[in-house]
């Protein structure tokens, strides 16, 4: 079969999992954010929006299932707040380091009303703040980039100042174990499911004994 049929069947698969409703609401928020996209200079997989993207999606059930509650969540790496801002939390922070994704969340926050505190800045920015108690930090998306070495001294770093209960974090189906196997070391593996769409795996771990 021609890898361009495989392509189309491919996004007629999703499309169809997703519900013509959701791609309906994608496909219309993606005309209404790309001229913001080329206002703000952003990347690709910013017009990737949350109706379409599992993983979004599940990082969000998620949260909401994690034991005990959440007043503070933070999201480090939060591009455009589409998973922190949905997440049910007294007090909800996204860090980016990518000043304009931060100036893009909040210029859409002014019509979504969501109530999140979005900061330029990753790990080391959020060690340097008042805030000492963290329900749920999020990570998604990004680690994949960094070395074992990076991710686990700036985690450690900030798990030695900060009480952090919960952290949850993706792994992309090529590095399949990396993560796991690293995080093992940080936290104890609470749960960990499927993403049908992108083959990540999402895992919480509680980090606070």
């Known amino acids: 079969m021609p890898v361009a049929v495989r392509k189309i069947n491919r996004k007629i698969h999703v ?18 954010q790309f001229p913001l996209f080329l206002v703000y200079r952003g990347e690709r997989w910013h017009l990737r929006g949350f109706h379409t993207t599992n993983y979004k999606k599940m990082a969000v059930a998620f949260a909401e299932d994690v034991p005990g509650g959440l007043d503070v969540v933070v999201e480090v790496g939060c591009g455009l707040g ?48 008042d805030l000492q108690d963290i329900d749920l930090l999020i990570t998604m998306g990004w680690f994949h980039y960094m070395s074992d070495e990076w991710i686990e001294t ?17 792994e992309f189906p090529y590095q399949r174990g990396r993560i796991e196997k690293l995080f093992d070391t940080i936290g104890t593996q609470v749960e960990q499911r499927h993403d049908w769409q992108d083959d990540k795996i999402l895992f919480l771990y509680r980090c606070d004994g």
Do not use: C
Request: overall charge positive; proline content about 1%; aromatic content about 10%.
């Open 15 to 32: 499309a169809r999992r997703h519900g013509a409703e959701n791609v309906a609401i994608a496909l219309a928020q993606k005309v209404m």
């Open 154 to 170: 700036r985690l450690r770093a900030l798990l030695r100042i900060k009480r952090v209960r919960y952290i949850l974090v993706d």
């Open 82 to 129: 589409e998973i922190v801002s949905r997440v049910h939390a007294k007090h909800r922070f996204g860090y980016d380091i990518d000043p304009r994704a931060i100036s893009w969340a909040r210029f859409l926050q002014r019509f979504g009303r969501s109530g999140v505190d979005f900061r330029v800045g990753s790990f080391d920015t959020l060690e340097q703040t």
